[in-house]
């Protein structure tokens, strides 16, 4: 979504949008690791899950359901302990989820996918939190959103890759220090579901001191410019 002021959390996202049997498969013959078709049907069970949470109102805790069964199953408690043979399980079992709710397959082609996403986040500006949220900031409600599209970056293809969220100062008191946390190998909202526990900004310069050193240029850089917090 893409409202004209920020609504943080409150409209709808769906990521790894597009995923399909013949794409994963074209994706992990381009690079048949273990590692690789991890990530790729990692993302696919993602999108399974945020697509029918967000777009057909299935409930998301059903799919959490189904990953306890297989950690359990497997002897492990994390999501990040489960190998690519787990994942594609997942997958499987997920769409038979679906089919078993909604009486019909989980839609493969990209361009319905899309389509139905697309109104999805429109129907997310009318929802609860978002109407309550506009009333506590005074926000118009006749603004409305704009979708956006964009190709999607993945924070979940191994450890060198992650996601996080970052204030160049403390929001809470103004201190002139980085604020905020990250996860490697993760995507977005691992970060704000809690099923994993983020490490904080300042470790990143222990776990990728380049990206830390990068990062905190690009802070300095964008709160020069903007003279205000980022």
Same mark, same amino acid.
């Given at each position: 979504?893409?409202?004209?002021?920020?609504?943080?959390?409150?409209?709808?996202?769906?990521?790894?949008?597009?995923?399909?049997?013949?794409?994963?498969?074209?994706?992990?013959?381009?690079?048949?690791?273990?590692?690789?078709?991890?990530?790729?049907?990692?993302?696919?069970?993602?999108?399974?899950?945020?697509?029918?949470?967000?777009?057909?109102?299935?409930?998301?805790?059903?799919?959490?359901?189904?990953?306890?069964?297989?950690?359990?199953?497997?002897?492990?408690?994390?999501?990040?302990?489960?190998? *690519?043979?787990?994942? !594609? @399980? &997942?997958?499987?079992? #997920?769409?038979?989820?679906?089919?078993? +709710?909604?009486?019909?397959?989980?839609?493969?082609?990209?361009?319905?996918?899309?389509?139905?996403?697309?109104?999805?986040?429109?129907?997310?500006?009318?929802?609860?939190?978002?109407?309550?949220?506009?009333?506590?900031?005074?926000?118009?409600?006749?603004?409305?959103?704009?979708?956006?599209?964009?190709?999607?970056?993945?924070?979940?293809?191994?450890?060198?890759?992650?996601?996080?969220?970052?204030?160049?100062?403390?929001? *809470?008191?103004?201190? !002139? @220090? &980085?604020?905020?946390? #990250?996860?490697?190998?993760?995507?977005? +909202?691992?970060?704000?579901?809690?099923?994993?526990?983020?490490?904080?900004?300042?470790?990143?310069?222990?776990?990728?001191?380049?990206?830390?050193?990068?990062?905190?240029?690009?802070?300095?850089?964008?709160?020069?410019?903007?003279?205000?917090?980022?």
């Amino acid at each position: 979504s893409g409202a004209r002021a920020s609504m943080p959390g409150m409209m709808d996202t769906i990521l790894n949008l597009g995923l399909n049997d013949e794409v994963a498969a074209g994706l992990i013959a381009g690079n048949p690791t273990p590692a690789f078709t991890r990530f790729v049907y990692d993302s696919y069970r993602r999108f399974i899950q945020m697509f029918s949470d967000v777009v057909m109102e299935l409930s998301k805790k059903t799919f959490e359901v189904i990953i306890d069964e297989v950690k359990a199953a497997k002897g492990v408690k994390n999501d990040i302990d489960l190998d *690519a043979d787990d994942m !594609k @399980k &997942l997958v499987d079992l #997920f769409k038979a989820h679906y089919k078993e +709710e909604k009486g019909e397959d989980f839609p493969t082609d990209p361009a319905v996918q899309l389509m139905e996403a697309i109104k999805a986040v429109f129907r997310s500006w009318d929802n609860p939190r978002a109407i309550y949220y506009r009333r506590m900031n005074d926000i118009p409600s006749d603004w409305g959103t704009a979708v956006n599209v964009q190709s999607m970056v993945f924070g979940n293809t191994g450890d060198t890759s992650g996601t996080g969220v970052a204030f160049t100062r403390n929001p *809470a008191t103004g201190e !002139k @220090k &980085l604020f905020g946390e #990250f996860l490697m190998n993760a995507q977005g +909202e691992d970060v704000v579901a809690g099923v994993r526990t983020p490490q904080t900004i300042d470790q990143l310069a222990e776990v990728m001191p380049e990206a830390y050193k990068q990062f905190t240029d690009i802070c300095a850089k964008l709160e020069y410019h903007y003279r205000d917090m980022q």
